[in-house]
């Protein structure tokens, strides 16, 4: 290791910072923000450094930096300087050394004797991230990726954890016993409530689960189900939530729609169980992989029930999770990007817009999910753009359904295969044209059928592949 990592308490301890300019300003907001009595010394302030002053959070010493003024400030713990003068800087260094000051020099490890990490900071909990000064970027890069898998009411979950820390103590007297309890804890569905939900009910939960462990023992660890919209295929397209719970799962169920790099995204330790469904078998599946969710959290697994789109769009999440309710299963349910958004967008058309249409209709395209009830005269005359989910099969139906009920037969439709993943592939046409393409394209599912003037848009969004004649 370059460098020890140590949190020091400077809390109304002086520290000094010299240079007034924005880098400057940017340290001392750290010594600030840690309590710390700061001092500035430099002949001006920038912006930056006048905003502190203005907020009465420095001490300006209008001087350059030399052993006189050194004399005239209170001895300081710290020091930083960030002057773009070399030779200022070098005679805050040396100075520093000659009196045992531990002092930063702002971008040159060469004479540090501390560096300044970057910081995730949810305080109570901080995060520091430090390359041993060799790539500041890489640093922040870094902290930009924790800062997505952290959320921010990770401040109140710590924060409560602390205040429970004595309680705990005092109901559970070893060592050992509070270890395993704190870790039951905090990783299960417990987490959640305390970062999203009230905490009066977070609270509510520990309380009971600590008098149970003095009551009974440990207490089982707590299984619980994600079901989670993986959006349509880009991995990109997941949630921040999405890929937080996918991580803390002890088990990933995935089926047909979820790319391959999703699955990849769970912890490597995660058993991976296809569950791909068989139209054929449809209905017993369903069940099944219900059950298998409701028989792994009753174990006190995390079980992630990936989903391809939204979970509640055509994806039945709505019957797991009631399946979930009825056996006492705890479950959360993750929004995801659902295909009509991500393919419309990748394929450069809106589904709405304030010349061409002002509703939006997502319509099932399969029988068995309930097409035969599709309102095709009510559809027609609607003036929404239509989104068919799996409706490459009965195509002929739609086309046939809609026209039958006097639909404009030039009105634009855009069938989108694999929409958002590396495979791509866009297909236009106008309604009385849809059965022949698909047949002579021979498109097959999972494809997005998409029906409405909107689709015109795209020509004014990409100018050089202009399809239609007058939009
Ligand atoms: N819950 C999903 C839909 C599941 S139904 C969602 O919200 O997107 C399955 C149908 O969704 C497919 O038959 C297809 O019509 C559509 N679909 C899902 N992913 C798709 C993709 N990447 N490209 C095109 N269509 C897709």
């Known amino acids: 290791m370059d460098y020890l990592p140590l949190f020091v308490?400077?809390?109304?301890?002086?520290?000094?910072?010299?240079?007034?300019?924005?880098?400057?300003?940017?340290?001392?907001?750290?010594?600030?923000?840690?309590?710390?009595?700061?001092?500035?010394?430099?002949?001006?302030?920038?912006?930056?450094?006048?905003?502190?002053?203005?907020?009465?959070?420095?001490?300006?010493?209008?001087?350059?930096?030399?052993?006189?003024?050194?004399?005239?400030?209170?001895?300081?713990?710290?020091?930083?300087?960030?002057?773009?003068?070399?030779?200022?800087?070098?005679?805050?260094?040396?100075y520093c050394q000659n009196h045992n000051i531990p002092v930063n020099v702002a971008d040159q490890t060469e004479y540090c004797d501390f560096i300044l990490p970057a910081i995730v900071d949810r305080e109570p909990m901080t995060i520091a991230i430090s390359t041993g000064g060799r790539s500041p970027v890489l640093a922040r890069l870094m902290k930009a990726r924790l800062e997505t898998m952290i959320p921010n009411g990770f401040s109140k979950l710590t924060d409560l954890v602390g205040r429970y820390r004595q309680k705990v103590k005092d109901a559970i007297s070893n060592e050992d016993g509070?270890?395993?309890?704190?870790?039951?804890?905090?990783?299960?569905?417990?987490?959640?409530?305390?970062?999203?939900?009230?905490?009066?009910?977070?609270?509510?939960?520990?309380?009971?689960?600590?008098?149970?462990a003095a009551k009974y023992g440990q207490p089982l660890p707590e299984?619980?189900?994600?079901?989670?919209?993986?959006?349509?295929?880009d991995p990109d397209l997941m949630t921040f939530k999405a890929l937080r719970l996918l991580q803390q799962a002890d088990v990933v169920l995935y089926d047909r729609l979820v790319a391959p790099e999703i699955v990849e995204m769970a912890r490597r330790e995660a058993e991976r169980i296809y569950v791909g469904k068989k139209d054929k078998w449809h209905k017993v599946q369903?069940?099944?992989?219900?059950?298998?969710?409701?028989?792994?959290?009753?174990?006190?697994?995390?079980?992630?029930?990936?989903?391809?789109?939204?979970?509640?769009?055509?994806?039945?999440?709505?019957?797991?999770?009631?399946?979930?309710?009825?056996?006492?299963?705890?479950?959360?349910?993750?929004?995801?990007?659902?295909?009509?958004?991500?393919?419309?967008?990748?394929?450069?058309?809106?589904?709405?817009h304030r010349e061409f249409s002002q509703s939006v209709s997502l319509v099932t395209g399969h029988q068995q999910a309930g097409a035969d009830g599709v309102d095709y005269a009510r559809l027609a005359n609607s003036g929404d753009t239509?989104?068919?989910?799996?409706?490459?099969?009965?195509?002929?139906?739609?086309?046939?359904?809609?026209?039958?009920?006097?639909?404009?037969?030039?009105?634009?439709?855009?069938?989108?295969?694999?929409?958002?993943?590396?495979?791509?592939?866009?297909?236009?046409?106008?309604?009385?044209?849809l059965s022949e393409m698909l047949e002579q394209r021979e498109i097959k599912p999972p494809a997005l059928i998409v029906v409405g003037e909107v689709i015109k848009v795209r020509d004014r969004l990409m100018p050089g592949k202009k399809l239609f004649k007058a939009a």
């Open 286 to 352: 369903q069940e099944d992989i219900s059950m298998m969710m409701v028989e792994l959290a009753k174990q006190g697994k995390r079980v992630a029930r990936l989903k391809g789109g939204d979970p509640y769009i055509f994806g039945r999440g709505a019957e797991e999770a009631e399946m979930l309710v009825d056996h006492g299963v705890s479950y959360q349910v993750v929004p995801g990007i659902t295909a009509a958004a991500g393919c419309s967008a990748y394929a450069s058309f809106p589904l709405t």
């Open 9 to 94: 308490n400077i809390k109304n301890q002086h520290c000094l910072i010299v240079g007034g300019g924005p880098v400057a300003a940017r340290k001392a907001d750290l010594f600030i923000k840690s309590g710390a009595i700061v001092t500035v010394v430099a002949p001006e302030l920038k912006t930056e450094m006048m905003h502190h002053l203005a907020h009465c959070k420095i001490i300006w010493q209008m001087d350059e930096f030399s052993e006189q003024v050194m004399n005239d400030i209170q001895k300081p713990k710290y020091v930083i300087s960030a002057t773009d003068k070399q030779e200022v800087n070098l005679a805050v260094y040396e």
């Open 178 to 212: 509070r270890k395993v309890f704190w870790e039951a804890i905090l990783q299960g569905s417990f987490i959640d409530k305390a970062v999203h939900g009230n905490a009066d009910e977070a609270e509510k939960i520990l309380d009971k689960r600590i008098d149970q």
């Open 386 to 433: 239509m989104v068919f989910y799996m409706g490459v099969k009965n195509a002929p139906r739609i086309q046939a359904g809609l026209l039958k009920h006097g639909m404009n037969p030039k009105t634009p439709v855009a069938v989108i295969e694999k929409g958002t993943t590396a495979d791509q592939v866009e297909h236009f046409c106008t309604l009385d044209e």
């Open 223 to 233: 299984g619980e189900v994600y079901l989670i919209g993986a959006g349509p295929g």
